[in-house]
């Protein structure tokens, strides 16, 4: 079995675990602050350092797929799967939806071809459930999707992540609508 059929055999069992393993956090009385975030290791030496100030330059001169034509940057490109920059989840699971993988796989791409890019993970949880619970569930989202990338091809110097459980949602509402908005992890490269 060559290797990319191993990592997606890797990836595959990875997720399921994942989500297969979550577990109910207990509920405690609120006292810290209202995020985690994992710092990766540092970069080797004269890879990533400085990575969020010189990622842009030389960014374009690479064409990734489905980005014929485009003057731009590529992560700005509306018909690439790279302007993708949010993953949504169902409700309490960290498992990555299949519609969502391409997508996913087109990040890991990017960022393995230009090893000066950074990105951060930013989980978040719907405001069902405790905010701890909530706290931990965004941090399964977001170690979820780096899981992904770096099998996918990223390095570990290039993606962190961190967890805003539910406060910061993007839809104010109190109904399913609005809770399948707030359940995402969302893509910020640093730029």
């Known amino acids: 079995m060559n290797s990319w059929v191993k990592g997606i055999v890797i990836a595959g069992a990875s997720v399921w675990l994942l989500s297969a393993c979550e577990g109910v956090l207990p509920e405690k009385p609120s006292t810290g602050p209202a995020e985690v975030i994992e710092k990766t290791p540092a970069a080797p030496p004269g890879g990533a350092a400085g ?42 699971s960290a498992a990555i939806r299949a519609e969502d993988r391409p997508s996913l796989e087109a990040h890991a791409q990017y960022l393995a071809a230009h090893p000066n890019a950074s990105v951060i993970l930013e989980g978040h949880a719907d405001e069902r459930g405790s905010r ?27 993606v962190q992540t961190i967890s805003y459980g539910e406060e910061r949602p993007v839809a104010l509402g109190h109904d399913e609508t609005a809770w399948a908005q707030n359940r995402r992890v969302r893509l910020n490269y640093g730029r």
Not at 80 to 90: I, Y
Not at 132 to 158: F, M, P
């Open 132 to 158: 701890e619970y909530n706290i931990g569930l965004g941090e399964r989202r977001a170690k979820s999707v780096r899981q992904l990338l770096t099998l996918l091809g990223a390095s570990d110097g290039q």
């Open 51 to 92: 990575a969020e100030g010189s990622e842009g330059q030389g960014a374009t001169s690479r064409p990734m797929p489905g980005s014929s034509g485009w003057q731009g940057h590529p992560l700005d490109n509306p018909d690439s799967p790279l302007s993708q920059k949010v993953v949504h989840f169902d409700f309490d």
